[in-house]
């Protein structure tokens, strides 16, 4: 069974970090296209990063020179670095396993003063 569960998310003010985590199973992580989404009030879903099998990571404009993508096959995690964070990065992000089509439950980032 395909599973993704996130972690790491929460309050933060504006201009600092957090780190998500998304832990793999139930398929080979290392062979597998992963991306994390999110997903403001009222907006549509949108792609934030996205890493290939091969490591090529490819990023949203609004979050490029700020978020970072990453991932340990060795732990089947994926990795979402946010820095210089905004209150328009708050959101429910997700992660998602583009080959089976399975979405993590979502974890929410609040960024606020």
């Known amino acids: 069974q395909v599973q993704l569960v996130e972690s790491g998310g929460g309050l933060v003010q504006p201009g600092g970090s957090l780190r998500l985590s998304c832990a793999a199973s139930?398929?080979?992580?290392?062979?597998?296209?992963m991306t994390w989404y999110r997903q403001a009030p009222g907006k549509e879903r949108e792609l934030v990063a996205s890493?290939?099998?091969?490591?090529?990571?490819e990023y949203a404009n609004s979050v490029k020179g700020r978020f970072t993508i990453s991932r340990d096959n060795a732990k089947s995690t994926v990795y979402l670095q946010m820095n210089s964070l905004k209150p328009e990065d708050t959101a429910v992000y997700y992660c998602?396993?583009?080959?089976?089509?399975?979405w993590g439950q979502g974890i929410q980032v609040t960024v606020s003063s």
């Open positions: 998602y396993t583009v080959f089976f089509r399975t």
């Open positions: 139930g398929f080979i992580f290392s062979m597998s296209t």
């Open positions: 890493i290939s099998a091969g490591d090529s990571r």
